[in-house]
């Protein structure tokens, strides 16, 4: 009786937090919405989030099919973000654009957590540059006028996997069907079906 008891309140339990994970999935899904343009079915998990900072929903968009647990941003200045059919991103992976071509990720992309695709440095090499882009993001948000950060298009093919950790930097090329080991820094371009080892940058 006790054990049937306690296995109730785990049911119980369980489906509370099954519901609670949906809701949140849900208010996520309704988010993402309103920066992007999203296709059919595709999913946002409860830590999902979209910043287009820029404000045209057309910057961001996500194919049909795909579940986003991580996190899309493009700046206020510039940036473009072009996602295919399902796609995966895992939690903690951020994928950022201050490019105008931008990153485009083809269909079947599977990328694991903590990865980072990024086509920009995010702030200035000069360091006078980055401490005022620095003050003006903190006074009123990322600046619409380009304060001089480096940036170059980003483009990953079909059936790519990249694994947990992985970096794949500003102007890289990443053909059909590779595959990003975890930690891995890819720096140039990755042909088609090659396999980037572990922990090794890619010059």
């Not at 795909?66 to 206020?76: E, I, N, R, T, Y």
């Not at 440095?121 to 005022?132: A, G, I, L, T, V």
Request: hydrophobic residues 40%.
């Amino acid at each position: 009786m006790i054990l049937y008891g306690r296995c109730s309140r785990m049911r119980i339990f369980s489906t509370i937090l099954a519901l609670r994970r949906r809701f949140w999935s849900w208010i996520a899904t309704g988010a993402a919405k309103e920066n992007a343009t999203i296709g059919p079915r595709t999913r946002f998990g409860a830590g999902a989030e979209i910043f287009n900072i820029h404000g045209d929903r057309s910057r961001v968009s996500i194919g049909a099919d795909s579940h986003l647990d991580g996190h899309l941003q493009v700046f206020a200045h510039e940036g473009r973000i072009e996602i295919g059919d399902w796609f995966f991103l895992g939690a903690g992976s951020t994928v950022w654009s201050s490019d105008p071509i931008g990153i485009k990720i083809g269909k079947r992309v599977l990328v694991s957590s903590g990865v980072v695709i990024h086509d920009t440095n995010s702030h200035p090499m000069d360091p006078e540059k980055r401490f005022e882009q620095t003050r003006a993001i903190f006074k009123a948000g990322h600046p619409r006028i380009d304060p001089g950060i480096r940036s170059a298009p980003v483009t990953i093919g079909d059936d790519v996997w990249i694994g947990t950790g992985a970096m794949i930097m500003k102007g890289v090329t990443v053909g059909d069907r590779a595959i990003i080991s975890a930690g891995a820094i890819v720096r140039s371009d990755v042909p088609s079906d090659a396999l980037v080892p572990p922990g090794r940058p890619v010059k």
